[in-house]
């Protein structure tokens, strides 16, 4: 076999050229879309289900009263507010649930906290590379509006820090008015990100429609 391929350096090497290295080519570039498509299906499930498989919060009521209005639970996939963070640039319509089909569309809001108004935490979540690519920029003290048919609610960074996947913090309930939001970290990452930035919002007032 040696005697065969030393008497036939030529023809091995025109064999190879050939054939073996584009397969080689071939199946290096396929690992490598494999892997990049692969990477972009876990950082759109991390995202939607990272810490939101956690139990919702108990909300019992389809209707209540918000501002004076008459209010309903929006439908999961409706649109039902208006996320804008001028010093940012950010206006961004927001969506009732956070499945990868909604945050597809823009921000999800998590179906299990609350309304903008309802007292309590309302928990917005959207990709690091889209929705909130400017979220890198934020810093406390800059605003927050959220628009809704019930009023604008004006809320102002309290704080932003960086935190793990399975931090259940940021669902915890609470008996105020807050805005919490979330998304992967760092922004920059290629991959499935592996920190969460985390935004805290307190309560300042509603602006009537």
């Given amino acids: 076999m040696l005697k065969f391929l030393k008497e036939n350096k030529r023809l091995v090497q025109k064999i190879c050229a050939t054939f073996v290295f ?5 199946l290096t570039g396929s690992i490598i879309f494999l892997s990049a498509g692969w990477n972009l299906l876990t950082q759109t499930y991390s995202i939607g289900t ?3 498989t956690q139990k919702s919060v108990s909300l019992d009521q389809v209707s209540f009263n918000i501002n004076n209005k008459e ?3 929006p439908d999961i996939g409706t649109v039902f507010a208006t996320l804008r963070i ?3 640039g950010i206006e961004k319509e927001v969506i009732h649930g956070d499945s990868p089909t909604e945050l597809r569309k823009g921000v999800g ?4 906290s609350t309304l903008p108004g309802e007292g309590g935490n309302c928990v917005f979540d959207g990709h690091r590379d889209t929705v ?20 604008t609610y004006e809320y102002k960074i309290k704080s932003t820090r960086i935190t793990t996947p399975d931090d259940t913090t940021v669902l915890e309930p609470t008996d105020f008015e807050k805005l919490t939001i979330y998304t ?3 922004f920059e990452y290629i991959g499935s990100a592996p920190e969460r930035f985390i935004i805290e919002a307190k309560f300042v007032k509603v602006h009537d429609n």
């Fill in 22 to 26: 584009p397969i080689l080519l071939g």
């Fill in 50 to 52: 990272a810490i939101f």
């Fill in 71 to 73: 209010v309903y639970r």
């Fill in 86 to 88: 001028p010093e940012l």
């Fill in 109 to 112: 809001h998590y179906a299990g």
């Fill in 132 to 151: 909130f690519k400017k979220l890198k920029d934020a810093k406390k003290g800059q605003t927050i509006f959220v628009d809704t048919d019930w009023g």
């Fill in 184 to 186: 992967c970290y760092p």
